[in-house]
């Protein structure tokens, strides 16, 4: 599972090592009930991509994520790392095996301070009941100073923006050393600012050797950020797309039917 990850126009250089994971989801099915939300899907996460699950409102992009990170058992297929099928029992698997999920609502406690959150998200206890803030404090200003996060470790989160609690939720899974970062609708509570801070963000990560699984229906974001393209429809893989694509193909492709966008752009809202 430790590779080197160089990155190209650097020279080897041993502290620049991280371990890079190849994330597998093969023959994924997930039924709640009658309802078939996710129907065989197959997706190859590559090391370092920013690899997006386009598809509209009830495709089944949140339940295929909530498998990956271990939430939810599928009824069939298997998930794959470096080749080599994994079981997740619960989120703790899927953290120890490198995987973390900033969720579509954030799951911060907005009393406590940034610290205190990323160290109850990450169990750094120095005796059972007792976090190991200065640790963490110190581990958020690392990361925060690498990525330019600009957060605060005594801040209380129910005192910052939207986009710095997503950073903060970010940090959480960094912290827990997440190899592949799985976002969910991320932008959705963004502003437009905000979302530009965020693809930046991504952008960093990725060239850092962290791998993303954006969740979006928006193609602009899309479009700017993937590196790979897997479009779901009803709880099915319909096909990949490339972000070189037009946004008609790609909202085509997403919707299953002809869409006319006029001067080839989206609507807001796509
Ligand atoms: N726990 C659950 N129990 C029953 N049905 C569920 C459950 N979770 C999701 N579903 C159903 O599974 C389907 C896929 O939902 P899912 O939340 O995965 O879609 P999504 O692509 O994430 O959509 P959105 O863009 O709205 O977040 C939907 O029909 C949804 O109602
Ligand atoms: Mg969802």
């Known amino acids: 599972?430790?590779?080197?990850?160089?990155?190209s126009g650097s020279c080897p250089d041993a502290s620049r090592l991280v371990r890079v994971l190849k994330l597998e989801l093969r023959g994924i099915t997930k039924r709640f009930g009658s309802l078939l939300a996710n129907d065989h899907i197959d997706v190859v996460v590559e090391p370092g991509q920013?690899?997006?699950?386009?598809g509209e409102n009830g495709a089944g992009k949140s339940t295929l994520m909530n498998v990956l990170y271990g939430l939810y058992e599928p009824s069939e297929g298997e998930i794959l790392i470096d080749d080599k099928p994994v079981f997740f029992r619960g989120p703790g698997?899927?953290?120890?095996?490198?995987?973390?999920?900033?969720?579509?609502?954030f799951?911060?406690?907005?009393?406590?301070t940034v610290a205190e959150n990323v160290a109850l998200g990450a169990e750094t206890t120095k005796a059972v009941g007792f976090l190991n803030l200065e640790d963490t404090r110190r581990k958020i200003k690392e990361i925060s100073d690498r990525y330019g996060f600009a957060?605060?470790?005594?801040a209380?989160?129910?005192?910052?923006?939207?986009?710095?609690?997503q950073r903060v939720e970010i940090i959480k899974a960094l912290v827990r050393d997440a190899r592949v970062l799985i976002l969910d609708e991320p932008t959705a509570v963004l502003t437009p600012q905000e979302t530009d801070e965020l693809l930046d963000i991504m952008r960093q990560l990725k060239s850092g050797g962290t791998s993303i699984v954006f969740i979006s229906h928006k193609l602009r974001e899309v479009k700017a950020v993937s590196d790979t393209i897997t479009v779901i429809r009803r709880g099915k893989v319909v096909g990949s797309a490339d972000p070189?694509?037009?946004?008609?193909?790609?909202a085509s492709m997403m919707v299953g039917r002809a869409v006319s966008l006029t001067l080839d752009k989206a609507p807001p809202n796509l």
Not at 50 to 54: A, E, F, G, T, Y
Not at 151 to 154: A, L, N
């Open 1 to 7: 599972m430790l590779q080197p990850h160089i990155p």
């Open 50 to 54: 920013i690899h997006c699950l386009l």
């Open 93 to 105: 698997d899927a953290m120890a095996a490198g995987i973390g999920m900033v969720h579509q609502h």
């Open 107 to 112: 799951m911060l406690v907005p009393v406590f």
């Open 151 to 154: 957060v605060d470790p005594d």
């Open 156 to 165: 209380l989160v129910e005192d910052l923006p939207v986009g710095v609690q």
């Open 244 to 250: 070189g694509d037009s946004t008609t193909a790609l």
